[in-house]
């Protein structure tokens, strides 16, 4: 439990102001994005920011792969990762550390 305290407690923060956030939007999440890609130096944060979630997921799909899990196992995390982006990894780091750790099968 300890291993998942932190991420634990950044992905509670960060989720409930995200939700904050989109209840308070006058726009919707797709028309925020497309606003956002409109301008270069935004769009230029948001790229890195799809760069870094690309990186995380190719961590993510091969932490699991050693762990001897399915694919189909990291599957949900990466289709968090693609609309919120640190949802999905920081999810994935406190699911992580709540289930014994199993070695590899080769």
Not at 17 to 36: I, K, N, P
């Given at each position: 439990m300890k291993k998942a305290l932190l991420p634990l407690l950044v992905?509670?923060?960060?989720?409930?102001?995200?939700?904050?956030?989109?209840l308070q939007a006058e726009q919707s999440l797709l028309d925020f994005g497309?606003?956002?890609?409109?301008?270069?130096?935004?769009?230029q944060v948001v790229i890195d920011l799809y760069i870094l979630a690309a990186l995380a997921c190719v961590w993510m799909v091969q932490d699991n792969r050693a762990r001897g899990k399915p694919w189909q196992a990291v599957a949900?995390?990466?289709?968090l990762t693609l609309v919120f982006v640190s949802i999905g990894p920081l999810l994935y780091l406190?699911?992580?550390a709540l289930q014994p750790s199993t070695p590899a099968v080769s």
């Amino acid at each position: 439990m300890k291993k998942a305290l932190l991420p634990l407690l950044v992905l509670i923060a960060f989720s409930a102001y995200t939700a904050f956030v989109m209840l308070q939007a006058e726009q919707s999440l797709l028309d925020f994005g497309l606003q956002l890609l409109s301008q270069l130096d935004t769009a230029q944060v948001v790229i890195d920011l799809y760069i870094l979630a690309a990186l995380a997921c190719v961590w993510m799909v091969q932490d699991n792969r050693a762990r001897g899990k399915p694919w189909q196992a990291v599957a949900p995390y990466i289709l968090l990762t693609l609309v919120f982006v640190s949802i999905g990894p920081l999810l994935y780091l406190v699911v992580r550390a709540l289930q014994p750790s199993t070695p590899a099968v080769s």
